[in-house]
């Protein structure tokens, strides 16, 4: 059991990639908090202490914090995308990416990190992408921007409490099957007029190994990095993308 004694508190674990963390941190013997606004999605996971919370609220992050006790382990999961260019980009969807996207992990590492200081341990797992400071892609002008704060936020945690014990961690994962992968790539298909078919293999098509990546290949990174496995890495961007910025 690669987890076994720690506490961990991981978002956005109702789907996709987080849902995929929460399960192996389960399975390797993690105590862990699943926090999720989708209530219905959340209460299937099982295992978990699960926690309701919209993470763009102020006080999300406290309150969680109340709720849960010490962590040994923060896994910020929860993202969102709003496909389009500099000029297609709203105020309010600008607003939105940053503040999920990389506010409430500010908040989040705000409210957890005192305690791991304390402890002189804890790991810290932000889930970042490659469209972000690593290169750009089309269309997601607010979500590459956003997700580039979060490895600008990463490296300075970790540079700042690297001798307090605390590591703070990135990961960067190509495309990945999951449940809003699935909505981009039909609302794609029907805005160009073309199959869902053909959308999901232009998406496949982006990484040279030919494929999606799957949640649980992200989570097993996530496990490396939460764990003692890990324990001399910290302000790293791990990328994880089947080939796709390798050129
Ligand atoms: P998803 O988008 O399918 O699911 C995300 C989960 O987050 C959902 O359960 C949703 O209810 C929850 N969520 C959304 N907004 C929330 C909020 N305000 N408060 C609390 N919970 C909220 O998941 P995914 O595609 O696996 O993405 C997970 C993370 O991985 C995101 O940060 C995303 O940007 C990142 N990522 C995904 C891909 C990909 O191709 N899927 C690639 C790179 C990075």
Redesign the pocket.
Known sequence: MRLAGKRAVV??????????IAERFVAEGATVHA????AD??VTLAGVTGHI????ASD?ATMLAEATGRADILV??????YPGTLLDCTEDQWATSLD??AT?MFRLIKAYLPTMVERRAGSIVN?????SSIIGVRNRFA?GAS?AAVIGLTKSVAVDFVADGVRCNA???????????R?RMQAQAEAAGESFEATHAAFSGRQPLGR??Q?NE?AALALYLASDESAFTTGTTAVIDGGWTVE
């Open positions: 978002t956005a674990a109702a789907a996709g990639i987080g849902r995929a926090v999720d606004r989708n999605e959340l919370a919209d993470l763009t999300a910020n999961c929860a993202g969102i995308v999920l996207n409430a889930v970042s992408s490659v469209a979500y997700k990961i960067c994962p190509g495309t990945v099957d999951s449940p809003s992968l909505v999606l990546g949640p992200i």
